[in-house]
């Protein structure tokens, strides 16, 4: 387990303290059409931490190559039609570039900053001179509107209840998972980025915000400083 991270439920849990079943149960929802919406049609994407293919199965499904990466084998093995690719994100070096790398799941907010910097620079690293990246940010609201639940209409419940501070300007955020016949929980460490922290740590890694995609801003379109 990745420090600071656990999870509890049935089946496989990863180093993030993810549940593969769990996963493998959650809706894409809107995610999918936001992505679609904002890259050229058929592009090649790079998909990092796609997780058992929640997104990726719904982006081949609308005419994209996909490329997958986790670092969770157990999480790949529910991915279908994409190639495949397992390992740390942070330390992936493929040598070659893509039109669309994607860095979704509030993972640029990971807490070891040095691990987050290492995400962007992956990103900056595969993604070609005129293409861009697509990261999902955390709401303005996430650590703060605390407890909050949502319950999915196909019957599951999602609780937020806690985000405590560890130091370092790091929380540690607890979250459950209640379906009719299954409770999945997750506690993991995420770093709150303002929009101009998050701006910033962007351009230290060579990219600028190209455009906001959704209005409360927790999908961003960034393009490498150069073309800026």
């Given at each position: ?83 495949t690719i397992c ?81 370092d300007g790091v ?58």
């Amino acid at each position: 387990m990745r420090e600071g991270h656990q999870g509890t439920g049935p089946g496989a849990i990863t180093p993030d303290g993810c549940a593969v079943e769990l996963y493998s149960r959650l809706p894409a929802g809107e995610e999918p059409d936001i992505v679609a919406a904002a890259v050229p049609e058929g592009a090649r994407i790079l998909e990092l931490g796609s997780g058992v293919g929640r997104m990726t199965h719904p982006l081949l499904e609308r005419g994209f190559a996909v490329t997958a990466v986790d670092e969770s084998a157990e999480m790949l093995e529910q991915v279908r039609g994409a190639r495949t690719i397992c390992g740390p994100i942070e330390d992936l070096d493929l040598g070659e570039s893509f039109d669309v790398v994607m860095l979704a799941s509030f993972l640029v907010h990971t807490g070891d900053a040095e691990v987050s910097r290492g995400l962007l620079r992956t990103c900056v690293r595969h993604v070609t001179e005129d293409g861009c990246v697509l990261i999902q940010r955390e709401g303005e609201d996430y650590h703060t509107n605390l407890p909050r639940e949502r319950t999915d209409p196909s019957g599951f419940t999602v609780r937020i209840v806690s985000s405590e501070p560890v130091g370092d300007g790091v929380n540690a955020v607890h979250a459950e998972y209640e379906f009719p016949d299954a409770v999945w929980t997750q506690t993991f460490r995420a770093r709150p980025l303002t929009k101009e922290q998050f701006e910033e740590a962007l351009e230290e890694a060579g990219l600028g915000v190209d455009r906001y995609l959704t209005d409360d801003g927790t999908w961003v379109r960034a393009i490498p400083v150069a073309r800026r």
